[in-house]
Nanobody, 117 residues
Framework: QVRLVESGGGLVQAGGSLRLSCAASRITFSLYTMGWYRQAPGKQRELVASITYGGTTTYVDSVKGRFTISRDNANKMVYLQVNDLKPEDTAVYYC???????????WGQGTQVTVSS
């Protein structure tokens, strides 16, 4: 069973930065597109950013220019650098792994990001 463990969340003031990390295990990393989702209270979970094994990235419009997703394939790590944080970025951030060609997702337990104004 794929295992994903997030870390790096916390409480920051608006304009601040965090680096979220996701450690993947029990996974053939090269076969998975990795992503970060977030879910705010009362809202649906949304895709924030994704990255293929080859490094192709996608971002939701609201975070473009502020967030950067990256992956370390040798160490099976995925990162989300979040800069210029806004109160509306407050959410639980989840790491996601999706096997290429499959709709089967795997999820971490989530890490809370809270941005105060």
């Amino acid at each position: 069973q794929v295992r994903l463990v997030e870390s790096g969340g916390g409480l920051v003031q608006a304009g601040g930065s965090l680096r979220l990390s996701c450690a993947a295990s029990r996974i053939t990393f090269s076969l998975y597109t990795m992503g970060w989702y977030r879910q705010a209270p009362g809202k649906q979970r949304e895709l924030v950013a994704s990255i293929t094994y080859g490094g192709t990235t996608t971002y939701v419009d609201s975070v473009k220019g502020r967030f950067t997703i990256s992956r370390d394939n040798a160490n099976k790590m995925v990162y989300l650098q979040v800069n210029d944080l806004k109160p509306e970025d407050t959410a639980v951030y989840y790491c996601n792994a999706r096997l290429v060609g499959s709709n089967q997702p795997y999820w971490g337990q989530g890490t809370q990001v809270t941005v105060s104004s």
